[in-house]
């Protein structure tokens, strides 16, 4: 069976690998981080499970603990959180879903976080075009209150081949486009975290549903697709 919720065993363990960040503390440790991980890998499954319920994933993606120091100013070996994401199924279907855990520092992402450079073109000329559809869908009462503002890098200016002076340029400009929910410990360690999750992933959609569309045509709506 499994795993429904997230204990407070796990972030009691992160707690006390965030304030012993070496190899010696965490192999000393090492049966207790696999019992946290195996619980937490359950939980992520169960995520999975009610994603297929509202969505076609085409993968769970599980990140591993190790850090990877060799191009990192922060040399501690390993993460002080648990994170996974959820790959769609189909070119038809984009954007993505992303879960962590830690304490302090729980949140959910989705959407789009470096576009290939074809599909950040082909939205910037959307931009261009028009943004009343994307405007409609992420100023919704209900998704804005579960979502609150598209997030992400963006350029200072306007990026090659674009006026500075559009009137949608602060959309133009994004590099990234994506909507990010933080939860509190106590919603994470509560018997509704899932529920939670699940309810804002499927409010996702309508956002989901329109940027595939454009991702999957040309400025003609002529379908790019095999």
């Known amino acids: 069976?499994?795993?429904?919720?997230?204990?407070?065993?796990?972030?009691?363990?992160?707690?006390?690998?965030?304030?012993?960040?070496?190899?010696?503390w965490f192999t000393e440790h090492k049966?207790?981080?696999?019992?946290?991980?195996?619980?937490v890998?359950?939980?992520?499954?169960?995520?999975?499970d009610n994603l297929k319920k509202h969505d076609e994933i085409e993968r769970?993606?599980?990140?591993r603990i190790y850090r990877d120091?060799?191009?990192?100013?922060n040399k501690t070996p390993y993460k002080?959180?648990?994170?996974?994401?959820?790959?769609?199924?189909?070119?038809?279907?984009?954007?993505?879903y992303y879960l962590q855990i830690a304490p302090g520092n729980s949140f959910i992402a989705t959407g789009f976080w470096n576009p290939e450079k074809e599909d950040l073109l082909r939205i910037r000329k959307?931009?261009?075009?028009?943004?009343?559809?994307?405007?409609?869908?992420?100023?919704?009462?209900?998704?804005k209150s579960i979502w609150g503002e598209l997030v992400g890098d963006e350029l200072k200016t306007a990026p090659k081949g674009f006026d500075k002076e559009d009137p949608n340029i602060k959309f133009i400009r994004k590099k990234q486009f994506i909507f990010v929910k933080n939860f509190t410990d106590k919603e994470v360690l509560s018997a509704d975290f899932a529920a939670m999750v699940n309810e804002s992933f499927i409010a996702i959609r309508p956002y989901f549903d329109l940027m595939s569309s454009i991702l999957?045509?040309?400025?003609?709506?002529e379908s790019l697709l095999d």
Do not use: P
């Open 60 to 63: 769970l993606k599980i990140f």
């Open 80 to 96: 002080t959180h648990f994170s996974a994401s959820f790959a769609r199924a189909g070119k038809h279907r984009r954007g993505g």
């Open 41 to 48: 890998k359950s939980f992520f499954n169960y995520m999975l």
């Open 1 to 24: 069976m499994l795993e429904t919720n997230i204990t407070k065993s796990t972030f009691q363990f992160l707690n006390k690998l965030k304030n012993n960040n070496n190899r010696e």
């Open 126 to 143: 959307e931009w261009e075009i028009d943004t009343a559809e994307l405007t409609n869908v992420i100023n919704d009462k209900k998704f």
């Open 216 to 221: 999957t045509t040309n400025l003609n709506g």
């Open 69 to 73: 120091v060799r191009f990192s100013k």
């Open 31 to 39: 049966a207790e981080f696999k019992a946290e991980e195996t619980k």
